[in-house]
């Protein structure tokens, strides 16, 4: 009874739009109280605490903080010039330009409404200038911000790895070759549309065009050189590797560019505590949820039931892909980690498949529903930033989905591709 209990109300919770943190506690709490020894206070808030109390969580406000800096320092007109001069001279011009501008992009956010909000405007006013239609220009903004968090650095990653025990420096060098992977196909959905509406391209730049962009582009293509070669040389951890970004990005704000004073800083913080505590109470309350689950020893008869009815693992990633794809459509994603990892992760380890892997898949999961109505935040954010509505913009998305749908597949059965990487580097067996 118990375990049904508890899974009805906290569906029952979300229907009638209970904050998720607010929904995991009360039914963490109702459930404690079921299965006897009645409600204890002391355990609660032990278990929350502890769950924020983490070394490795201390990475989320920081790569919160770099991003939001990153965005005020105006390095998107920068960053959207040299993907232009790179790529923009292919069939589909600026659409190619799009992709490129957030695979660059992506090393300097953790998360796609980041990636959306900073070069979003940029890029369909570039695009619907240069005669491309307005829903497509949306769309491909959309799909590409989904690279922000595969790419590394990602906030959804840390806070995977956090909960499941997992590294996080083997979990961001996994992503790299699953979002090259989603950027080609990506591109080529936007070679596609080009033959078909025969969209404008580029010229070719010249040698000149092309050292002009790139020197302007050198001091925010560093960020990622020095996260990348700072974690992997040993010089910091990837919490450390945070507070390093956040510096580069103030030296960048206040002294590069000077586009941040102290009256913009502070409007930052706030911004950046606001966002954190967000998730900080999220994460918090998932802490205890999982505790209480596993105390129920609801991942164990999950475990049970579904190992007797599926024993390839192959078929059980299939599963749990369209499981999580349905969790997506209701759950904002770090919501959907910190309820779903506590009770998957015992059935992805017993049926031998890698976490890193594991974390990578269902990350892009997760990338695939912010796209998606009813709750997919991109798909919002987008829809008001290109003054398009949420219908249309859902319709244009259907290529791009299916694209991500395709990598996925891909990723999901060729582990090679996220755990090749983390193996080179020595990260995991």
């Known amino acids: ?97 799009n992709v490129m501008a957030s695979v660059v992009f992506a090393g300097k956010t953790a998360t796609a409404v980041s990636d959306i909000s900073a070069l979003g405007a940029v890029q369909i006013r570039a695009m619907t200038n240069a005669g491309f239609d307005r829903p497509f220009s949306c769309a491909v903004s959309a799909a590409s911000s989904t690279l922000g968090p595969v790419f590394p650095p990602s906030l959804p990653m840390i806070v995977y790895g956090s909960i499941a025990g997992v590294s996080i420096g083997a979990l961001f060098i996994a992503g790299i070759l699953p979002a090259v992977l989603m950027a080609l196909l990506m591109m080529i959905v936007v070679f596609i549309y080009s033959l078909v509406r025969k969209y404008p391209r580029e010229k070719f730049p010249t040698p000149k065009e092309l050292g002009r962009s790139f020197v302007k582009a050198i001091p925010p293509l560093l960020a990622p050189v020095i996260l990348f070669s700072g974690i992997y040389g040993g010089l910091f951890t990837p919490t450390e590797a945070a507070v390093v970004l956040v510096f580069y990005a103030l030296f960048l704000g206040m002294v590069v560019y000077r586009t941040i004073n102290l009256k913009g800083l502070w409007g930052i913080l706030v911004e950046t505590a606001i966002d954190a505590a967000s998730i900080g109470i999220i994460v918090a309350a998932a802490t205890l949820f999982g505790d209480v689950v596993i105390r129920t020893l609801i991942p164990q008869h999950l475990v049970e039931v579904i190992s007797g009815a599926i024993t390839n693992p192959l078929v059980l990633l299939l ?78 998305l259907l290529p791009w989905i299916l694209a991500l749908f395709v990598a996925l597949m891909i990723i999901t059965y060729v582990p090679q591709i996220s755990l090749f990487l983390p193996r080179l580097a020595g990260l995991i067996n």
């Open 1 to 97: 009874m118990a375990p049904s209990f508890f899974l009805l109300v906290l569906i029952a919770l979300f229907l009638v739009s209970i904050p998720v943190a607010f929904a995991l506690g009360i039914t963490s709490t109702l459930l404690m109280a079921i299965t006897g020894g009645g409600i204890r206070f002391g355990v609660i808030i032990q278990r929350m605490v502890g769950g924020v109390n983490t070394f490795t969580l201390l990475a989320v406000p920081m790569f919160l903080l770099a991003g939001k800096l990153m965005n005020a320092t105006g390095i998107t007109d920068r960053l959207f010039n040299f993907a232009k001069v790179l790529v923009g001279w292919l069939p589909g011009g600026l659409g190619q330009v």
């Open 319 to 396: 599963v749990v892909n369209l499981m999580m794809l349905v969790l997506g459509l209701f759950l904002e994603t770090i919501a959907a980690i910190t309820i779903t990892v506590p009770l998957l992760m015992p059935l992805i380890l017993a049926a031998g498949i890698d976490p890193v892997h594991f974390g990578v898949i269902l990350v892009l999961n997760l990338m695939i529903s912010v796209l998606t109505p009813p709750f997919g935040i991109v798909l919002f954010v987008c829809s008001y930033i290109g003054k398009i509505s949420v219908s249309r913009l859902s319709v244009a």
